[in-house]
């Protein structure tokens, strides 16, 4: 029988599981560089702002407020740590996406381990969401006229669901497997106008071992990436498949000179050609209609739970970097809590609306 929340709330728990993620991918990821170390740890303020994400504040000043209102209730998951100022809040909020990257990562691997997941196939993809402020156009961005409360970080960029956007790019590796829920397990962000083909080589390298299958759109297509993915640096096969539905080519010139194709690029285009008549095979076709079963209605969730559909809540690349992958972190501990009250499936709004 499934639990709800019956007295006071499941704030408690959620903070407890933030700690842990948080300690574990300091541990993992620990600061480096000289001086000394400030006097609140990382992995506490990652936790701070996980903590005020969970409770829906959404600027760096509301979830300042809401720290220093609920020390007293916070302190005892702190021990010996004190409320941070506003510009130490502020100051540490830039700097803390890359914990939170790794916590997605963490999180991943521990929801494999508890069987929340099945990552034996995984989708990618990446959504944009508008800027706060106004847009800067191209024309203005050439003359280098930069309008009043515009984000110069953000850039353009192009999506088949959005058009154009000025803002910035979530890009999310989420299982796809049949015997578990959807969930995130790799993300980052970057500018709109990030190509994804730049943006994947890393999640690739910290893909699970129980991976065999990756989807991807046409936005992905890539000789680099899909052998990176198929074919290990001493040409033997991985394992894994790469997913992807191919660009469609113009119509080619027809080359003044009848230029010789090295071995390599024969290599290549045979490679190519395999892994064009593997997509067009009926298990294939079926192992990649997952993608619009779980990667798209994805975004969608989570933007519904963050209120992200509009548009992000801060100026600047790292201080979205930090609230978006904090966002995925806190979905992530959500799905687990809900599976600790024996709800084996996705829906976690009642949390939510429990805090």
Sequence with gaps: MSKRAKEGTPLSELVRLAKGVCQQAEQECPRTGPGRRPSIPDWAMA???????????????????????????????????????????YERFRRAYELFQKGVEIQGRQMIDEGIIDARVVAIDKSLIPSKGPVWHRRNRQKGDVPRGVDSDAHWGYGKHHGWVYGYSSEVVVSSGKAGVVAPILASVDPANKKEQVSIPPKLEALPSQTKFILADAGYDSNKVAEKVEWTPQGRR???????????????????????????????????????????????????ALRRQTIEPFFSWFKDRFDLHHQVHHRGLDNNRTHITAALCCYQLLIRYNFKCGNHNGEIQWILDAL
């Design 238 to 288: 991985s394992g894994q498949r790469f997913l992807c539905q191919q660009q469609r080519r113009g119509k080619q010139r027809v080359p003044k000179q009848d230029w010789p194709r090295t071995k390599s690029r024969q290599r290549d285009r045979q490679r190519r050609e395999e892994r064009q008549r593997y997509f067009k095979t009926p298990k294939a076709r079926r192992i990649y």
């Design 47 to 89: 936790a701070l702002i996980m903590v005020a994400v969970l409770k829906q504040r959404k600027t760096k000043a509301a979830q300042w407020r809401f720290i220093q209102q609920s020390w007293k209730q916070l302190q005892p998951f702190f021990p010996g740590v004190r409320p941070p100022s506003r510009s130490t809040y």
